[in-house]
């Protein structure tokens, strides 16, 4: 059974960093594209970055610039490294793994990120 596992979320000041860590356990394999998601409180849950295969990236508008995905193949692991935190970007944050011949989705259980002003 494939299971993600987040970290990395925290109550951090407007202006700081945090990076956000989705690791993949089980047997996966075909791994097609893997995106992070927030979801604000009363909102819905948003893309916020994507990355494929290949390597291609996509950011939302509000993000561009400042968060950065990336991966680690021989770990099942991807990252969200995020700078320039705004108070608007706090919300609980999900990773999903979209992988094998089906294909499966998986999400995983979120990390909150909290950004003071």
């Known amino acids: 059974q494939v299971q993600l596992v987040e970290s990395g979320g925290g109550l951090v000041q407007a202006g700081g960093s945090l990076r956000l860590t989705c690791v993949a356990s089980?047997?996966?394999?075909?791994?097609?594209?893997i995106e992070w998601y927030r979801q604000a409180p009363g909102k819905q849950r948003d893309l916020v970055a994507y990355?494929?295969?290949?390597?291609?990236?996509i950011y939302a508008n509000s993000v561009k610039g400042r968060f950065t995905i990336s991966r680690d193949n021989a770990k099942n692991t991807v990252y969200l490294q995020m700078n320039s935190l705004k108070p608007e970007d706090t919300a609980d944050y999900y990773c999903?793994?979209?992988?094998?011949?089906?294909?499966?989705?998986?999400w995983g259980q979120g990390t909150q990120v909290t950004v003071s002003s």
């Open positions: 089980g047997s996966i394999y075909n791994i097609q594209s």
């Open positions: 990355i494929t295969s290949g390597g291609r990236t």
């Open positions: 999903k793994w979209t992988w094998g011949w089906a294909p499966t989705i998986t």
